[in-house]
């Protein structure tokens, strides 16, 4: 999908204390192994906070970045992988009213994963093109692995250990620093047992079932499709989503400064993404993202601020955030640097 006049308008992160994945190996908690294959160097971990309170306060620096009043919020637009709180409870209305936005907001809660702040930028984008008359959309997401019973450094392993953050993107269609050019998105049905495994659909599961993404994959494996298929059915499908992206907004991709992807694993990077394009790994994120891990939904906007305020994207750059997640979905979403903001450097 071509965009024409929506923007950035600013960025807010919440990022933890990081522990080294050399003091996680002195400490038992990750196989040596998986370090030295991964490249990873660390994690965010936040500990008890909740993580719609880091949410919270990503979206309050995105809020104070951008100028404008909380009022005069239209959308808000919240997502998580694990329990952002109590069952039946709106996280998102939660942040609204810390926040002090208007009543005239709407709110909502994308559920997908760690894709959900990109598909809610698709989502925005709807809102505030469509003639709805709301011109501003704050994009939070938030993930605090202690909110589910996993082990952080060995639900997906080797090639990625879960972290905790927040992050807040502001969207207006009257100007921001980044201008969004392009926005598509696809899902791969055949897929979707990846993430699901041999676990039964009733009774609903509660928080206290131990999520464990690898053995999922080892049975859809056996019982679906075997496992290297359908990380070929992913590569050539987020491919074609990224050719759809740069086609919308008449690029090729030789012309991104950067691609913005998951942290994960230096080799799904290099391998899923940036060789099937023609692109170095050291024009992706994997360099920033080694030492912050995979934070759910936050990771694009993590980075996108990280290369901001490092003064690392100029005027003129274009770049390509994209995400994946169980479904199996997959968004990209293409930007133009337009200005340097005033909280950058």
């Known amino acids: 999908m071509r965009v024409d006049n929506l923007w950035v308008a600013s960025l807010g992160v919440y990022l933890p204390e990081r522990m080294s994945t050399d003091r996680a190996v002195e400490l038992g908690l990750y196989d040596p192994a998986d370090k030295i294959e991964s490249g990873m160097t660390g994690v965010l971990i936040a500990g008890d906070r909740p993580p719609v309170q880091m949410a919270l306060d990503a979206a309050r620096q995105a809020v104070d970045r951008w100028g404008g009043s909380p009022c005069a919020i239209d959308l808000l637009v919240h997502s998580g992988t694990f329990a952002q709180g109590p069952p039946l409870w709106s996280p998102p209305g939660y942040l609204l009213g810390q926040l002090g936005g208007d009543a005239h907001a709407f709110v909502l809660q994308v559920m997908q994963a760690c894709n959900g702040m990109l598909a809610s930028i698709e989502v925005a984008a709807g809102q505030l093109l469509a003639g709805t008359g709301r011109d ?197 979403v293409v930007l133009t640097i337009t200005d340097t903001p005033a909280w950058a450097g």
Not at 251 to 280: C, F, H, K
């Open 136 to 332: 501003t959309a704050l994009i939070t997401g938030s993930e605090n692995c202690a909110s589910a019973r996993t082990d952080r450094w060995r639900m997906s392993r080797p090639g990625m250990i879960c972290a905790d953050a927040g992050a807040a993107m502001m969207l207006s269609n009257s100007g921001g620093f980044a201008r969004i050019r392009a926005i598509h998105s696809a899902t791969v049905p055949e897929l979707e047992g990846l993430h699901r495994g041999d676990e039964p659909l009733m009774p609903v599961p509660g928080q206290d079932l131990e999520v464990d993404l690898a053995r999922r994959a080892s049975e859809f494996g056996r019982s679906t499709m075997p496992v290297t298929d359908a990380t070929e059915l992913m590569i050539e499908r987020q491919l074609a989503v990224v050719k759809r992206c740069l086609a919308d907004a008449g690029l090729a991709a030789e012309d991104l400064a950067r691609l913005i992807y998951a942290n994960v694993a230096w080799y799904i990077t290099d391998q899923w993404v940036m060789r099937p394009l023609g692109l170095s790994l050291a024009r992706s994120s994997f360099e920033y993202g080694r030492g912050i891990g995979h934070a759910g939904p936050c990771d694009q906007v993590i980075s996108l601020d990280h290369l901001v305020r490092a003064g690392k994207l100029r005027q003129g750059d274009h770049v390509l955030l994209l995400g994946a997640a169980s479904g199996y979905c997959i968004t990209g």
